[in-house]
């Protein structure tokens, strides 16, 4: 059942005012953009229903030792926009009113070392609060929790023609529509001065590098959003049984084609454009149990942006 403590209102002000201050000295621990500022669209095939969302983050890594060691620390802003035009039909109660935005805001904290020239370790935890806000206040059920450990091994450097990276880890986000650690594994080689691929998970690609300035890539991904909805949404389903709708999820594996132009060596412009293998937004109860599905089929995907990196 969900806890319907409601925290005092000026801790929304706290949170958010926590959000700035950390913005300008953050990093995710695997990550290798120092800022992102991208757009997605993803319109539902045969339907007027369309998730979009705006997303911005910020990574900075803090330099403990000339050993390797660094505390990271990442924070980022998502809008996510669910316009539910239909699929609603012949539902008893439903309110669609309140859930068109969700809200995620996420802080990241995690630490990493080198076990040995090609080995490193590393292990971060952070916790998002992804709600509508519906009632303008933050409530606990708007929290989520997430903890990863990953192992890196890296080839490169004078004397390596191939260079190639092996990452190997988990990752557990409580409460999810996947309510079990998603493995991290991949690997990645660069084959050829100008080609390239990792295979794994969350990204498989090749890329060829056109110039200096300009690469292309085939690549296919994860696309996930979890939103928590502060006032369940009681109704009754189209086989006349009762349910309550406490979250909303998507889920899309997508192929997509990539370019990306780079303005400096560490400031790109990139636009990625495909078709999801596998597309799903879902309502679920408390226990993550599906009780509506709005959309499940496969769909157009676009999604660009700039980023910083290292």
């Known amino acids: 059942?969900?806890?319907?403590?409601?925290?005092?209102?000026?801790?929304?002000?706290?949170?958010?005012?926590?959000?700035?201050?950390?913005?300008?000295?953050s990093t995710l621990a695997q990550s290798t953009d120092l800022a992102r500022l991208e757009y997605a669209n993803i319109p539902q095939a045969n339907s007027k229903n369309l998730y979009s969302r705006f997303r911005f983050l910020a990574n900075i890594p803090f330099k403990l030792n000339d050993k390797g060691s660094y505390l990271?620390?990442?924070?980022?802003?998502?809008?996510?926009?669910?316009?539910?035009?239909?699929?609603?039909e012949?539902?008893?109660?439903?309110?669609?009113?309140?859930l068109d935005d969700f809200h995620t805001i996420g802080l990241e904290v995690g630490y990493t070392f080198k076990m040995s020239k090609a080995w490193r370790f590393g292990a971060k935890f952070g916790t998002r609060l992804s709600s509508n806000i519906e009632n303008n206040q933050i409530e606990a059920d708007d929290f989520r929790y997430t903890i990863s450990s990953y192992f890196i091994r890296s080839r490169k450097g004078e004397g390596v023609s191939q260079p190639s990276r092996l990452i190997?880890?988990?990752?557990?986000?409580?409460?999810?529509?996947?309510?079990?650690?998603?493995?991290?594994?991949?690997?990645?080689?660069?084959?050829?001065?100008?080609?390239?691929?990792?295979?794994?998970?969350?990204?498989t690609n090749i890329k060829h590098i056109i110039n200096e300035k300009n690469t292309v890539q085939l690549f296919a991904s994860l696309d996930r959003f979890y939103g928590n909805i502060?006032?369940?949404?009681?109704?009754?389903?189209?086989?006349?049984?009762?349910q309550v709708a406490e979250n909303v999820s998507m889920l899309a594996i997508l192929g997509a084609v990539g370019y990306e132009h780079f303005f400096t060596k560490h400031i790109?412009?990139?636009?990625?454009?495909?078709?999801?293998?596998?597309?799903?937004?879902?309502?679920?109860?408390?226990?993550?149990?599906?009780?509506?599905?709005?959309n499940d089929e496969n769909t157009f995907y676009l999604r660009s942006g700039i980023k910083l990196k290292i």
């Open 168 to 203: 190997l880890g988990f990752q557990f986000t409580y409460p999810s529509s996947i309510n079990f650690p998603l493995p991290i594994i991949n690997y990645y080689k660069k084959f050829h001065p100008n080609w390239s691929y990792s295979l794994g998970t969350p990204k």
């Open 72 to 88: 990271v620390v990442g924070t980022q802003y998502r809008l996510n926009t669910l316009d539910i035009q239909d699929g609603t």
């Open 1 to 25: 059942m969900k806890n319907t403590h409601l925290y005092p209102k000026f801790l929304t002000y706290i949170f958010l005012l926590a959000f700035f201050i950390f913005l300008p000295n």
């Open 90 to 98: 012949g539902l008893g109660g439903f309110n669609k009113s309140g």
């Open 268 to 294: 790109l412009f990139y636009a990625y454009g495909g078709y999801t293998l596998s597309n799903e937004i879902r309502f679920r109860n408390g226990d993550q149990e599906n009780v509506l599905t709005i």
């Open 230 to 242: 502060q006032r369940n949404r009681s109704f009754i389903d189209k086989d006349g049984v009762a």
